[in-house]
């Protein structure tokens, strides 16, 4: 298959969801369901089955601490903070210092400590106690703009809490489903996370964001590797649809 026939893709114009993305490119919609239903088949036998936590605020947090850094170090330093502070307001009471100390394994502790002391006030004064729990009475519009407000949560963090811990459809963009967009060939090297989101969210199903999102996750640590891609390894490569191996690095990484 030639490469430029998986290059098929139409024009949108932007909704008001979209921000100043005034135009969006959007892969085939067949191309991108039949990839995602090759990694469903690859990847998807290891999920269990989707669940939201009863306190998105914890959710938030730990979003917040995996932050340029591993899965590892960032389950290590939320296990840390909440065995030292068991309620998110004994994290509020607590100095700086102490979280900072508790969360160091996640790295970039003072920076983090210093937005969760942030976020736990502002969302104390807000709602009046430190918990999200009323973000599901809440539209989604109205909660996406409460995150959004919230110190260090960019577009990933809030589509996380809107994903994983309220069950509503975002499809968050970390560095590996990034890198696997830009190879596959279904966005621009030049599209940056919150533009790669807006497009995915055009093409898949919302019922498909939450598995989509994990399997390209898990193709990204498995095969697609950032440094070096085990092309013959994969099935998409076998199958023609990707066109990273005929067009070679396109600034995934």
Same mark, same amino acid.
């Given at each position: ?22 135009? %969006?490119?959007?892969?085939? &919609? ?31 947090? %730990? ?39 508790? $969360? ?14 942030? $976020?736990?006030? $502002? ?92 399997? %390209? ?12 891609? &085990? ?9 023609? %649809? ?12």
């Amino acid at each position: 298959m030639k490469k430029m026939e998986r290059k098929a893709a139409v024009t949108i114009t932007s909704r008001a969801s979209l921000g100043d993305i005034v135009d %969006l490119k959007l892969p085939d &919609q067949r191309w991108v369901l039949e990839v995602l239903e090759i990694l469903a088949g690859l990847w998807g036998y290891l999920r269990p089955a989707r669940m939201t936590r009863e306190e998105p605020l914890d959710g938030l947090i %730990l979003t917040v601490l995996s932050q340029n850094t591993n899965d590892k170090n960032r389950d290590r330093a939320y296990a840390l903070l909440k065995a030292r502070f068991p309620k998110w307001d004994e994290v509020l009471a607590a100095t700086h210092e102490e979280i900072a100390s508790v $969360i160091r394994p996640a790295g970039l502790s003072n920076v983090k400590a210093m937005r969760i002391k942030e $976020i736990l006030k $502002i969302v104390s004064d807000r709602f009046g106690d430190c918990s999200l729990r009323d973000l599901r009475r809440m539209k989604k519009g109205d909660i996406v703009e409460f995150l959004s407000s919230l110190p260090g949560v960019g577009p990933k963090t809030v589509a996380c809490v809107l994903l994983f811990d309220l069950g509503l459809p975002a499809f968050p963009v970390d560095t590996h489903v990034g890198r696997l967009c830009k190879r596959i060939g279904w966005v621009s090297a030049k599209c940056s996370p919150p533009e790669i989101q807006k497009i995915m969210e055009s093409i898949i199903p919302e019922e498909l964001y939450w598995s989509a999102h994990l399997d %390209l996750i898990s193709h990204g640590r498995n095969i697609c590797l950032a440094r070096r891609p &085990q092309c013959g390894e994969c099935p998409l490569n076998e199958r023609k %649809l990707c066109l990273y191996p005929l067009e070679g690095d396109v600034d995934g990484r």
